[in-house]
């Protein structure tokens, strides 16, 4: 976990990015640097749009799943790794 960690910190240094929260399969943050209710909006969200997306991938080809999500808004980017557990990081531009 240490590991983990220190890529958070790593990532959380870069003065674009706003944040990281970690989810789990359910979209529940296990650790977030924004405040809960932040966090737990975030979580139901990106799981109900990673469902779809992971959907639409398997249509597509069966044997393949949903690695990455990259979300780009005016001002804001959001990054969805890893299929089980989700990487979340609001960045600036």
Known sequence: MDGVEETLKRIESNASVAGTIVL?????PIRSSFDSGTSSRYG?????????????????????????LCIRFNKREIIIGSPYDSILNPCNY
């Open 44 to 68: 139901r969200e990106v799981s109900e749009i990673t469902a779809l997306a992971r959907s639409a991938v398997r249509d597509l080809d069966p044997q393949n799943d949903l690695q990455l």
């Open 24 to 28: 789990n399969s359910e979209g529940v």
